[in-house]
Each structure stands twice: as structure tokens, then as C-alpha cells.
């Protein structure tokens, strides 16, 4: 079940604070990040550019409309970028608990490798199902990962990736860059790093903000 709320997902609040201000407060106090550029649906942007001013989140550069795929979105922050980027970061607004160690790790796979995304060993057992719900095989754990964001790719390789395959939606923007032939590197990350889409996520995401000892100054 997906959360069922009346704000968008990025607004939904943790301690009072909303998720996708967690993450950019990160974000922005990297030194390696020069800009950020913030991709806002239509229902949300004016509440995301008043939270942005509330808590002083520095080095946004533009805040873009996206549009109605997560793909279309991406394409529309990746047009915003200054001419003079090399490299670009993408990270979900509702993966709060990103942190800064991490970025300098995938930021360092990518400048090696052209691109590097972050993730963790899955922990369940998976099985390819049928649409009638008939189990067909049984996947190899040790071969799985859980792909989280952030995701870094040199600019050149994701604008090319994007301009390649139009037609293609994505809920991962390395699938494009794989599918250009190029290989990606993953980042081993924590399992604190989650993506809040269900209601038993906001219930975990409070978790961890406790151990983790959230604060937004």
C-alpha cells in the first residue's frame, strides 16, 4: 500500500520537518556540490520554494517544474544545468537520510568510472513471479542489490543516455546509462538510506531519525 496522503510525498513531515528538506540541508553542505536544481511538481512548488527560503537551503540555482513521469522530471532538471557541469548528482527528495560520506563516495566511483550509484545487498529472499502469481524461479541473493539514490553520472553520459532513449520510462536513471553499454559502479550504502512511499516507511523513517538524531538548524 502507498501512502495515501493529501500532501505530496516530498512535503510529508518527519519531527515537524519535511522529508525533502532533510536531504537537501545535506546536500547542500557538501563541498564538492556547487548547485542544486530542484525538480517540483506542480501541486507542491510554491510550498517547496517557501520551504526552501524557511530554512535557508543555499546553492539553489532553479527550481523547474516537472512533469508527469519521474523520466520526463529528470530530463527537465538536466536541461537546467550551467554548461559548465561535469558531473551531476541525482537524488530522490524522499530519501531523507542521505549522507555526506556517501556522496563522496559515489562522487568518487563516478569521477573514476563515468558513472556510480549507491545501494545495499538485498536482505529477502526474491522469486521471479508470473502475472498468475506462479512462482517461476528463484533469484540469486548474493547477485541482488537494492539501487538507492544518490546516482552519478559524468554529464555528458547521462545527457546522452536521456537524448538516446526517449521512449524509455525508468524509475532508476542508470538503466539508461546500461543500456548505452556503459558500465555502472555501485557504492555500498546504509539500509537508514530509504525511499518513503508507504505508510510503514513514515513509521521506520521516524525510527531512524531518532537514532540518527535528526536536526534541521
Same mark, same amino acid.
Given at each position: 500500500? /502507498? ?31 556547487? $548547485?542544486?536544481? !530542484? ?13 526552501? @527560503? ?8 532553479? #527550481?523547474?517544474?516537472?512533469? /508527469?513521469?519521474?523520466?520526463?522530471? #529528470?530530463?527537465?532538471?538536466?536541461? @537546467? ?6 558531473? !551531476?548528482? %541525482? ?15 559515489? %562522487? ?49 553520459? %547521462?545527457? @546522452? ?13 542508470? @538503466? ?29 523513517? $521516524? ?11
Amino acid at each position: 500500500m /502507498r501512502l495515501k496522503n493529501k500532501l505530496s510525498k516530498p512535503l510529508i513531515k518527519i519531527k515537524g520537518i519535511p522529508v525533502f528538506v532533510y536531504a537537501l540541508k545535506t546536500i547542500s553542505q557538501h563541498p564538492a556540490l556547487k $548547485e542544486i536544481i !530542484v525538480v517540483a511538481n506542480q501541486a507542491n512548488i510554491q510550498a517547496i520554494k517557501s520551504y526552501l @527560503a524557511q530554512y535557508r537551503i543555499n546553492k539553489i540555482s532553479a #527550481v523547474v517544474l516537472g512533469g /508527469r513521469t519521474r523520466r520526463i522530471s #529528470v530530463e527537465r532538471g538536466l536541461k @537546467a544545468l550551467d554548461k559548465r557541469v561535469d558531473f !551531476v548528482l %541525482i537524488h530522490d527528495a524522499v530519501r531523507p537520510f542521505i549522507q555526506g560520506k556517501i556522496i563522496s563516495r559515489v %562522487i568518487a566511483q563516478a569521477r573514476r568510472f563515468g558513472a556510480a550509484v549507491a545501494g545495499v545487498p538485498v536482505k529477502a529472499t526474491i522469486k521471479r513471479v508470473k502475472s498468475n502469481l506462479i512462482v517461476e524461479r528463484t533469484l540469486k541473493r548474493d547477485e541482488l542489490w537494492e539501487i538507492q539514490t544518490p546516482q552519478v553520472f559524468r554529464k555528458d553520459l %547521462i545527457l @546522452a543516455a536521456y537524448k538516446k532513449f526517449k521512449d524509455k520510462d525508468v524509475t532508476d536513471d542508470a @538503466a539508461l546509462v546500461e543500456k548505452l553499454g556503459k558500465k555502472v559502479h555501485l557504492v555500498l550504502d546504509s539500509y537508514n538510506n530509504i525511499k518513503i512511499t508507504t505508510p510503514e516507511d513514515l513509521v521506520i523513517a $521516524e525510527t531512524i531519525c531518532k537514532k540518527l538524531k535528526c536536526h534541521i538548524g
